[in-house]
């Protein structure tokens, strides 16, 4: 073999070695857990749609919308998405009104609209941890989310129950 071709052989090695790993990675941290901001589009027409612009989390007053960055593979890099537990969506509305593509519908700010047309996630009550279930009275998810006697009512001892209008905001 002539040292021309060993080189060339060996620089495409490296080449594909330093690339291919970086991009498995991205394709197995895609399938990360995360919401989409209220009125998004079914994951493959969102990330179509979207043109990384940021003006959704610009007109967020809760700024709870953030950008993914690499984590989650390349299709998603400047993209929304939002992490209840750190900071939950108030359903304003203002994201949609606000994207020039429709990645995020435009969606009335009326309970009869918001149960129609957003699907975020469902939350779940830990009785482990909810004060209401220790025997202590609470209230607090009850008082915070914007949808009380639709999506969580309370029972006795202010125990929370949620149901299946509820759309997953994070409150």
């Known amino acids: 073999m002539e040292r021309r071709t060993f080189v060339r052989s060996a620089g495409a090695c490296a080449f594909l070695a330093f690339f291919a790993g970086p991009a498995r990675a991205a394709r197995e941290r895609s399938s990360l857990r995360y919401l989409r901001p209220p009125g998004a589009l079914a994951e493959d027409d969102f990330t179509s749609r979207c043109i990384h612009c940021g003006q959704c989390g610009e007109a967020c007053p ?76 609470c209230g607090v998810c009850y008082r915070a989310c914007p949808l009380p006697d639709v999506a969580i009512y309370v029972a006795r001892l202010e125990q929370p129950h949620v149901t299946d209008k509820c759309v997953g905001c994070g409150l």
């Not at 299709?75 to 992490?83: F, G, K, L, R």
């Not at 020039?100 to 009550?125: F, K, S």
């Open 62 to 137: 809760n700024r709870c919308i953030n950008f993914f960055g690499f984590e989650n593979g390349l299709e998603s890099i400047d993209t929304p998405y939002i992490v209840p537990r750190e900071k939950a969506c108030i359903l304003c509305m203002k994201c949609g009104e606000v994207c020039p593509t429709g990645a995020i519908a435009t969606i009335p700010r009326e309970p009869a609209a918001i149960l129609d047309n957003v699907r975020m996630g469902h939350a779940v009550v830990d009785e482990n941890l909810c004060l209401s279930y220790q025997g202590k009275t």
